[in-house]
Nanobody
């Protein structure tokens, strides 16, 4: 059973930083074809939008809206994937979901087969 468990969300002022964590089952890291991504779902929006992903070959990709502000990385020994968010803006407010699965599905923005429960990030003064 694949599990993804997010943590690290919270309330932060504009310009602040947060680091989200996603604890993942080992199988997420062992299949070379897999990738992991972070998909925020903004208030009132039905769609979750990919903002960052990392493949099991360690290639990363970012949406234009978060480039040079967000960094995705992972620790395979701890079996965790992280999203470091700097210079946060009110429009970054969302529930952030960790997603994993087939690399093409994750990278395309459609999402892989596995989702976490989400962690709330609120950027407000």
């Amino acid at each position: 059973q694949v599990q993804l468990v997010e943590s690290g969300g919270g309330l932060v002022q504009p310009g602040g930083s947060l680091r989200l964590s996603c604890a993942a089952s080992e199988s997420i890291f062992t299949l070379r074809s897999y990738a992991t991504g972070w998909y925020p779902q903004a208030p009132g929006k039905q769609r979750r939008e990919l903002v960052a992903n990392i493949t099991n070959d360690a290639y990363t990709n970012y949406a234009d809206t978060v480039k040079r502000r967000f960094t995705i990385f992972r620790d395979t020994r701890k079996k965790e994937i992280y999203l470091k968010m700097n210079n946060l803006k009110p429009e970054d407010t969302a529930v952030y979901y960790c997603n994993a699965g087939n690399g093409r599905a994750v990278v395309s923005g459609a999402g892989g087969a596995y989702w976490g429960q989400g962690t709330q990030v609120t950027v407000s003064s």
